[in-house]
DNA sequence: AACCATATCCTGACAGTGTCAAGATTAGGA
DNA sequence: TCCTAATCTTGACACTGTCAGGATATGGTT
């Protein structure tokens, strides 16, 4: 990831001083951005909809207007999370060389990434009962994800149930231990010796060589 | 596993109509009983205090005198879940070949029970901030499990940082998905068929054959 | 230019939560 | 028998999410 991903803030975070429009211009953007951030400091378990609100320079029933309760605003930060956490995959895929096996390890290094990189969004994503899973627009995001774990392995020449676990849980189970900070005789690593062991380990989960891509 | 996992509960739940003593007997069994219940009706992130005191039929102040706050109790009942989740493989491994590498599939085996037998227990044990991770007592069960790991894959002859974090991302992964319903195409399997692909998966992850015991 | 329906945001209230302080009740030892 | 300490209850406080109703600004219409 050369980039730095795309940070959902858009207005200022409440100059003091300034006498705040009544209307914000942005605030949907903003409750997003400044969810994240809660996330971040508070972690999904200390939450909370009102400190969102204040962190936006809203008050504490503004975000209600936008996402009708604090599930709506979660479900739609997690569909917006799921759409990036398919776009680290996509970046690592980019700069990988073609070939179906380093595709689907590029994908890995990319799930690894995203836990690594935003650990409060990933947590959200995958160790949350409270955004609404039921929701199209988180759904499809979810789905997509999935869905393109499935063509990959695929394409690698697997297309098992078995192959499809094995590799998601793979890149799952990295990446779930790597951003919980566990797994710490691999995170004291220097950054490249710890990608080059990842890419070894995501490699162990691949369908075994020479495996027929029916069934 | 042969034998249901030993309840923590001791106490009949708060008998209506029959005066209940003003002292309980055992009302620190009691709450850790009706907390895992709470957990597993409410989630993680759902837990309320107040309700598991009114589980156990005692005032909402009651646990205080036994745990401090919410966090001592579900630091106290992480605790007690890891020495439980350490028996669920322990359990595996006894009925499994004496083989270091057939021990160590046993062991992700008995991983991947807990975690869908229990799968609130195993969320608060993998996936929740609240328990104080610092404490004494849950930090020695929790390192046990850990430890418990590389022994074996030690055994294997494997003890690289890349071996141990591939065996514990491949059981923990599989544990996490199927704890959280996801990978459904392999929760609809029988119970047989299922089984013996995860341990087919969790061989993927073993060290690889000839590798050296020393390094 | 004047107006108004509507979206946007705020204030105030309510029940539920965790935690603390102070009192009531019981157990166990002197 | 009495007294100390442990156990449990009651009451209070600040905080939370959510709802109802009022204030304010926007953009299109006349």
């Known amino acids: 990831m050369t980039d730095s991903p795309p940070k959902l803030r ?33 972690g999904v378990e200390g939450f909370s909809l009102r400190q969102v609100a204040k962190r936006a320079g809203v008050s504490h029933a503004a975000p209600a207007h936008h996402f009708g309760d604090a599930q709506g605003l979660l479900t739609a930060l997690a569909a917006e999370g799921f759409r990036q956490f398919l776009a680290a995959q996509a970046a690592r895929e980019a700069v990988a060389p073609p070939d179906p096996g380093e595709q689907l390890v590029a994908a890995g290094l990319g799930y690894v990434d995203f836990a690594m990189t935003r650990p409060a969004l990933f947590r959200l994503l995958w160790q949350s009962e409270r955004p609404d899973f039921t929701d199209a627009d988180l759904g499809q995001a979810a789905r997509a994800a999935f869905q393109h774990l499935v063509d990959q392995v695929a394409a690698a020449g697997g297309d098992s149930t078995a192959d499809e ?25 220097p950054g490249e010796t710890r990608e080059a062991m990842i ?17």
Do not use: F, K, N, Q
Request: glycine letters at 10%.
């Open 165 to 189: 676990g094995a590799v998601w849980a793979m890149a799952h189970g990295l990446a779930d231990l790597l951003a919980a900070g566990r797994l710490e005789s691999m995170l004291t690593l």
């Open 10 to 42: 858009d207005a200022p975070p409440a100059d003091p001083g300034a006498a705040r429009p009544y209307h914000h211009g942005d605030l949907r953007a903003a409750l997003l951005a400044a969810a994240e951030d809660e996330l971040a400091d508070r």
């Open 199 to 215: 890419a070894d380990i995501l490699r162990r989960a691949l369908p075994p060589r020479g495996a027929s891509a029916t069934g």
